[in-house]
């Protein structure tokens, strides 16, 4: 196999709140033999807020990204789920409509950049299983996860909808998603069939309607722990940051105590390929999770 | 999972697991289970129809044209909402490893086995003002003219059959009674932006409520994935968010800070501002109520001190970040 080399499209998380996310990646990706060129000129998708007030800047800033990629003519990866939806949205509306590519252009053109659709956007986690491939990431499990019940959380910007998507997620079907399932077996851990791992976080509304962010998290999180999770792994960091960082409010709201590390899922591979401590960086967690290194 | 390929033909014999509830007679719902022979031609609508005819006649399931226009059948199969029948059987077999759960739209609203109350929904459509509002002299002497372009903005979301698929696959329905609900919001949207229609503004008013409007949308894309007939709910709730502020009747409170509020921090660093963005939405007293969390977050290093100090210059900045400024200034549309 010759060597993959991408693009990375790090996100604001991995630059501010989950400094973990961001090392860990680039932790497996060496250990996998996968070349990295971060793309330090990204600017923030929107996140889908900068498009619900303006759709048409949103879509001229996430070009001007993609266009980043396209200049080293490789694959841009993204390791945030809503990043990788909100490029991809823009490149599906430019790609399909020329007439908004020439408006959108007409406007990269004043900073000497033009968008062409020639770069594929993927999610790291389908970079590794459709392009890597799961039978190579098993031949590097040094510490194998066979301790681990590991309930996989899909997180709705990966999966939904399908028709965006294509095959940048390998054809994965929102209503029975099983790549994590498949990356979790292949590091020798136990995965968890509950209900909720193709469901919401909530954390897109966590500042305008609180209490439906409560609960969705909250209904997530209690189902894996019912269902005897060790841990739970997302490939989105808004997921973790809704679900790790708020455990203490929604065991408020659901009267019950929840009690569960999140982990990125690069952070999981990490720790099936023996990376060190300080690239997993669990440390960086709001729930205690450090005894998942020994564990 | 019981499944065997019968050599001879192209059918499946498999066992169909159903939901059962009587709300007038039962005290739980149940599940039973139904064998039978599927072809690779069957509608969900016709194991239903085989479960009814074949196995038990009190099975209870709504049905009318059998073409996917009137929206009665709309049930869900392993939490998928379908229009039964729209819906190859074999497909979800296939998807779902023949262990399918045959169950209403909405499981707290069933009056009987697949039959549910609707009128949760019916109010919220109703209360969006779904026609065209317009003073229309009673004798014109030429129809109302409309251009194709005018036409399109709203053709497809014309479409809707009411089946309530996009309705009851709504998380944040289930968790909000209050929130109006992606097929009320695609209606909304669809006579807002009918040239003919004068009740725009209103109904603009109607959808920007904070608690049920399209604020409280979660953005999950679950009504994009089941509208069977390919309306896409989410993306026309966008356009309503952005209609707000093209038409100029955007209130300021913190969901339309939270949208703006992000090209403040991509003006300074290229990046959302994490703390900023929660400051500027909620305004300081509301901030207060973030603390807690802004403290835990300090405490195991979410909020840093690697790149410099919090909240004053802790976040690095893009390279190129002069192209990023000069494109949102000569390409923002909208204002608050």
Known sequence: MSQLHYALFTGCTAKQSTPELLSSTLAVAEKLGIKITILEEASCCGASHLQDFDEFLAHVLNARNICYAEKLNLTMITICNTCQLNSAMTKHALDKDPVLKAKVNEKLAEVGLEYKGTSQIKHFLYAIIDEYGLENVKDKVTVPLSHLNIAPFYGCHNIRPSELHEDANGHENPYNPNSLDRLITALEGHPVNYESKNKCCGFHVELQANHTSEVLAGNALLDAMDNNADMMVTPCPLCHLKMDTYQDSISKTMGRDVELPVLHMPQMVALALGCSEQEIGLKFHVQKAKHLYTA | ?336
């Open chain 2, 1 to 336: 999972m019981s499944a065997s390929i019968n050599q001879n033909s192209t059918t499946r014999k498999v066992t169909i697991k159903a939901f059962r509830f009587n709300a007038e007679t039962d005290y739980l719902p149940y599940i039973k289970q139904y064998e039978m022979e599927v072809g690779k031609d069957e509608l969900i609508l016709d194991l239903m129809n085989k479960i009814k005819w074949e196995h038990d006649g009190s099975f209870s399931y709504r049905r009318s044209c059998r073409h996917g226009i009137c929206g009665a059948c709309a049930i869900k199969v392993n939490g998928k909402s379908v229009l039964a029948c729209k819906q190859n059987a074999i497909e979800l077999l296939d998807l779902f490893d023949n262990d399918i759960t045959l169950e209403p739209s909405s499981k707290k609203r069933v009056i009987k086995d697949m039959i549910i109350d609707k009128s949760d929904f019916w109010e919220k459509h109703a209360a969006i003002k779904p026609y065209v509002v317009a003073d229309v002299d009673p004798r014109p002497s030429h129809e109302s003219k409309q251009s194709i372009e005018e036409f399109n903005n709203f053709m497809d979301s014309d479409l809707c059959i009411q089946c309530g698929a996009c309705h009851y696959a709504c998380p944040a329905l289930e968790v909000n009674p209050d929130f109006l609900g992606p097929a009320a919001l695609n209606a909304a949207y669809r006579f807002t932006v009918d040239t003919r229609d004068t009740a725009g503004d209103e109904r603009l008013a109607i959808t920007a409520q904070m608690g049920s409007g399209v604020w409280d949308c979660v953005k999950c894309f679950e009504c994009a994935e089941a509208c069977p007939k390919e309306i896409n709910p989410i993306e026309k709730i966008g356009k309503l968010h952005n209609l707000q502020f093209v038409r100029g009747v955007a209130q300021s409170n913190v969901a339309t800070r939270h949208a703006e509020g992000f090209l403040r921090g991509m003006m300074k660093t290229g990046y959302l501002d994490e703390a900023d963005i929660v400051t500027y939405s909620e305004g300081y007293l509301g901030t207060l109520k973030h603390m807690g969390t802004a403290f835990k977050m300090m405490k195991s290093g979410k909020i840093h001190w690697h790149s410099g100090i919090p909240f004053i210059n802790s976040i690095p900045k893009i390279k190129n970040l002069d192209e990023v400024q000069k494109l949102i200034q000569i390409s923002q549309t909208n204002k608050l």
